[in-house]
Nanobody
Framework: VQLVESGGGLVQPGGSLRLSCAAS????????MSWVRQSPGQGLEMVST???????SYSDSVKGRFTISRDNAESALYLEMNNLQPNDTAVYYC?????????RGQGTQVTVSS
């Protein structure tokens, strides 16, 4: 399993970013996929999950602001993030959905600051 995230960066409050994840080494279309994040000193937090049937779920903290999507033909996962706030600052990981999200990428840093 290889998961490679990209698209993070520094953005001002209210700004937007789009994260991408390139997946390989497994049959991407068969698995639910998640975006999880980790802030300094905190545990992993599930941000959003999309099932193999494209059913989506979001944490309450991002609902209405973030949109998860997937392209099975490209084995790619995306996270569109709008109206970013300072408490969205974290390392964001693409992961195969599971109880522990142990199969995840190296992460991409998102920093929201003025």
């Amino acid at each position: 399993v290889q998961l490679v995230e990209s698209g993070g960066g520094l953005v001002q409050p209210g700004g937007s970013l789009r994260l991408s994840c390139a997946a390989s080494g497994f049959t991407f279309s068969r698995y639910a996929m998640s975006w999880v994040r980790q802030s300094p000193g905190q545990g992993l937090e599930m941000v959003s999950t999309i099932g193999s049937g494209f059913l989506t779920s979001y944490s309450d903290s991002v609902k209405g602001r973030f949109t998860i999507s997937r392209d099975n033909a490209e084995s790619a996962l995306y996270l569109e993030m709008n109206n970013l706030q300072p408490n969205d600052t974290a390392v964001y990981y693409c992961a195969k959905a599971s109880f522990t999200y142990h199969e995840r990428g190296q992460g991409t840093q998102v920093t929201v600051s003025s």
